[in-house]
């Protein structure tokens, strides 16, 4: 069958501006004076290109009133071209689909001259004359490579994100890409799901920041600028909560978590104009996402008013057949249509099956139609009914890749992304006087690992820095860097030493050992799951040795996960945690160590002492028997018997060469009503002798609910950079809306009562002391 043979292709599965947070994520109005009150479903604030268009409706209604049947469901068709496998070709039986209209949409397809080949096929060969849309997984650059997502999110710089987006966009386009699968904007609280690297952690509201500053750094204010792509809200919805951290697994959660914890973000893209939204692989609620009326149509349309077309992820709606929701392919693409589904990527099923359904009356021609205007707005939002070629210029596609203002940018992003877990004894920055410095590890020296995984078309073996590159072009005159590689990260080689010898020897004739460990560049991502968070391969018994030698060492973590690092934490005096930093990853990482960028990142994710605490992330409820209540080794309260309930690093955490003092938290008033506001305000210094920058963060917890409430939510969040001896006074403005939650009879707004707040440099109760303040009626 040919919907099979295009279904087991091995391709890529295709897979959003704050510094001071004045208010929460966008919530409905608040009730008048019941919490029962039923909330008014707010309007998304579309950006300017999104305003109805009275031309390009007459337009559509024109040429969709010409469109054959087969031709409208060729519109709603997306196939991948063979570049991922075989380089710039289309796969035999393509050319004569797109020639006859039976494909809308390529992806997998790019560089200007590619690009233009093809859609020379569409508006020359063809009845109608209809553009392709070209789609592309660009999802932490494109040949530029940043750091990878959950890296990006952990700089809580919003302009940072942004501009990883904007320059993404700008490569992407420039080689012929109309549409970009990203951000995935999934909320993930457990590590051993691989995809949590291409996310932005485990909160609700960092989350929905991020996931609105990388729309609008994709979709700028002016889709028919050439430098922009359309942005993918993915994947819908609660992709990240898969049992057991197992990718592609059953999802199982109620509605209000759905609601109060993985739908914000989205919707935050919805309200940032995003163009599109991909359908992702789970079921919800028993029914599989692609075949989810209740997400498609309920929620995303009816509920918030999306307007844009939504494209399902890889073959999604041929899995629901083994997901035993469907009978067969035919009924498979006819409860994916009616269930909200525009786009069928790759798995071709309504290509084969959607004239029949239609015509035999299982799929009305107006639920077609409907899709398909959908799916012609943005090709013509984009101008490609006016220029089919305007992206395929390969002029500006030779000015445009790797600039040097675009590597500069991914150096200064990948930076801001690390995040200092440790430094006993200010073993960093590297001391002036350390004259022979040994590089060893895997990730010590290795181009392939630098950029991580969903490094679209960045160019794995020649472009990125790696450490020892950094080091060495950052190392002074007399200044001597070597590398042993001593371990392997393979799963397969825990017990062997080879290599250990030649590192240990390095190690004791170095005056500091940077050891580069962490995770292949391909353990995390897609289908990159694990029972493990441990270092993979010999690497820890490495470390160890390595420590025992008495030379100081420093850790640099190179990974796309928490990992358990607790016996780093204890005997090893430096952590920096890189993430996979990118396409100028090594000189990122030496601009840290040598003290030339002092570390700003803070963790956007909890890092578990163990992986027997997943999932484990700040915002938990507490329980009827908290720990707090028992006496330290009490057996009947909410512990475990081996290991301390604290994570090992908290959400919000992270070090920096200086140190900032906090002042009391003030508030504005005691109390507010149901139209006030309050401002809690908090001094921070700089008490140490360098400059450097701090997350400010704000935590509220609602002590008592219709429904039980998290112990700390992050509210707000500001970044800022003092001087050493320098002071700031930072304040945040919350209102009644920023506290709303799903309340007991399911409807959305706030609840009067006592709440507690925070302002601190990280999560957790103890981080700094508590102000109380009051919501009353």
């Not at 409208?72 to 689909?97: A, H």
């Not at 109620?254 to 104009?273: C, I, M, N, Q, W």
């Not at 840290?592 to 994710?605: A, C, M, Q, R």
């Amino acid at each position: 069958m040919r919907s099979l043979q295009r279904g087991v292709l091995a391709g890529v599965s295709a897979l959003a501006l704050a510094g001071c947070a004045t208010t929460g994520v966008a919530s409905a109005p608040p009730p008048s004076s019941s919490a029962s009150s039923t909330a008014v479903p707010i309007e998304p604030a579309q950006p300017s290109w999104a305003a109805r268009d009275a031309e390009m409706d007459a337009f559509l209604d024109d040429l969709i009133g010409r469109m054959t049947l087969e031709e409208k469901v060729g519109q709603l068709t997306l196939l991948t071209s063979d570049w991922e496998s075989t380089g710039p070709t289309i796969r035999e039986g393509y050319q004569q689909d797109i020639a006859a209209g039976r494909v809308g949409s390529i992806f997998n397809a790019y560089t200007a001259d590619y690009t233009r080949e093809l859609q020379r096929m569409a508006v020359e060969g063809t009845r109608l004359k209809i553009p392709l849309l070209f789609g592309y997984d660009v999802i932490h650059g494109h040949r530029t490579i940043f750091p990878i997502s959950l890296g990006e999110a952990a700089s809580w710089d919003m302009d940072a994100v942004e501009k990883s987006a904007r320059v993404s966009a700008a490569e992407a386009s420039a080689e012929g890409i109309h549409w970009t699968f990203s951000p995935m904007v999934d909320v993930s609280r457990d590590a051993r799901w691989g995809r949590v690297s291409e996310g932005a952690g485990e909160d609700v509201y960092l989350g929905s920041k991020v996931a609105k500053a990388r729309v609008h750094g994709y979709q700028g204010d002016d889709l028919k600028a050439v430098d922009t792509v359309l942005a993918t809200a993915k994947h819908f919805a609660a992709y990240g909560a898969a049992q057991a951290g197992r990718d592609y697994h059953t999802v199982d959660i109620s509605e209000r978590t759905l609601r109060d914890v993985y739908l914000p973000p989205f919707k935050a893209a919805v309200d940032e104009g995003v163009a599109t939204f991909m359908t992702s692989f789970n079921e919800y609620d028993g029914v599989p996402a692609s075949g989810s009326k209740f997400l498609l149509t309920d929620v995303l349309r009816d509920e918030w008013g999306f307007d844009g077309f939504v494209v399902t992820d890889y073959t999604s709606i041929n899995e629901m057949v083994p997901h035993g929701y469907a009978k067969d392919l035919e009924q498979a693409g006819e409860q994916a249509l009616n269930a909200g589904v525009d786009m069928d990527m790759q798995g071709a099923v309504f290509m084969e099956n959607m004239v029949k359904s239609v015509e035999e009356g299982r799929v009305s021609q107006a639920n077609i139609d409907r899709a398909v205007r959908r799916v012609l707005e943005m090709k013509y939002r984009l101008g490609l009914f006016e220029d089919p070629y305007r992206y395929a210029d390969e002029a500006r596609q030779e000015a445009t890749l790797y600039k040097p203002e675009f590597l500069e940018a991914a150096r200064d992003v990948a930076r801001k992304s690390m995040v200092l877990l440790k430094n006993d004894g200010n073993v960093l920055p590297l001391a002036a006087n350390a004259e022979r410095i040994a590089v060893i590890g895997p990730l010590g020296d290795s181009k392939t690992d630098m950029i991580g995984s969903w490094s679209a078309a960045g160019d794995r073996e020649t472009r990125p820095v790696t450490v020892l590159e950094g080091m060495k072009a950052r190392a002074g005159n007399g200044v001597t860097v070597q590398y042993a590689k001593g371990a392997s990260y393979e799963f397969g080689d825990k017990g062997k030493t080879d290599g250990f010898a030649e590192a240990l020897a390095l190690a004791k004739s170095s005056d500091v050992v940077v050891a580069v460990m962490g995770e292949k560049w391909d353990m995390t991502g897609e289908a990159a799951s694990r029972t493990s968070l441990h270092l993979p391969g010999n690497q820890q018994a490495l470390l160890e040795q390595l420590v025992a030698t008495g030379k100081p060492v420093v850790l640099v973590m190179m990974s796309g996960r928490p990992n358990s690092i607790t016996w780093a934490n204890d005997n090893v005096p430096a952590i920096l945690h890189a993430w996979y930093p990118g396409t100028q990853g090594g000189h990122a990482v030496a601009d840290v160590l040598f003290g030339d960028y002092n570390p700003s990142g803070k963790l956007p994710i909890t890092f578990p002492i163990n992986v027997g605490q997943a999932p484990i992330h700040y915002d938990m409820k507490n329980t009827g028997r908290p720990i707090e209540l028992g006496e330290p080794g009490a057996k009947y309260v909410s512990r475990y018997l081996n290991t301390p309930n604290d994570p090992l690093y908290r959400f919000g955490y992270g070090l920096s060469y200086t140190t900032f003092g906090y002042s009391p938290a003030t508030l504005s008033a005691s109390s507010m009503g149901p139209k006030g506001s309050i401002t809690a305000t908090a001094t921070i210094t700089n008490t140490g002798t360098r400059a450097g920058e701090e997350v400010v963060q704000l935590y509220v917890r609602d002590l008592v609910g219709s429904v039980t409430r998290p112990v700390q939510e992050l509210k707000g969040f500001e970044k800022i950079a003092l001087q050493p001896g320098e002071s700031r006074t930072v304040s945040f403005t919350l209102r009644p809306e920023d506290l709303a939650f799903t309340r007991a009879d399911m409807s959305h707004g706030w609840e009067p009562g006592e709440y507690r707040l925070w302002i601190a440099p990280s999560s957790g109760a103890k981080a700094s002391t508590p102000v109380t303040f009051t919501l009353t009626e």
